[in-house]
């Protein structure tokens, strides 16, 4: 059973950064991809940024240039570095992950594991 863990969230003001971490376990993503959603108050759950295991990334088009997504230094991790943060990106942001380098099913919902979430507050 795939099971994926998110860290860093947390408060910070406006044009500041955050760094986003997330490891998954039980499952192998060698040939995948991985990447991040968010979902703010009455919003519903977007994509923001997927890297697959071949490096190949993409960006929601309100991230682009102010976030950067990488796999981590072990096997089965990634990272999410945002900069200039504004308070539209508050949001409980997920990671997600799947064996398949799907890329459109995996941006609409269509595939993939969830992590259990992690607090972003951007205040102004």
């Known amino acids: 059973q795939v099971h994926l863990v998110e860290s860093g969230g947390g408060l910070v003001q406006t044009g500041g950064s955050l760094r986003l971490s997330c490891a998954a376990s039980?499952?192998?993503?060698?040939?995948?991809?991985m990447g991040w959603f968010r979902q703010a108050p009455g919003k519903e759950r977007e994509f923001v940024a997927s890297?697959?295991?071949?490096?190949?990334?993409d960006y929601a088009d309100n991230v682009r240039g102010r976030f950067t997504i990488s796999t981590g230094s072990a096997e089965n991790t990634m990272e999410l570095q945002m900069n200039v943060l504004q308070p539209e990106d508050t949001a409980v942001y997920y990671c997600?992950?799947?064996?398949?380098?799907?890329?459109?099913?995996?941006?609409?919902?269509?595939?993939?594991?969830w992590g259990q979430g992690t607090q972003v507050t951007v205040s102004s």
């Open positions: 890297i697959t295991s071949s490096g190949v990334t």
């Open positions: 997600k992950a799947d064996s398949r380098a799907w890329v459109v099913a995996f941006h609409r919902g269509q595939i993939g594991s």
């Open positions: 039980g499952g192998s993503f060698s040939g995948g991809i």
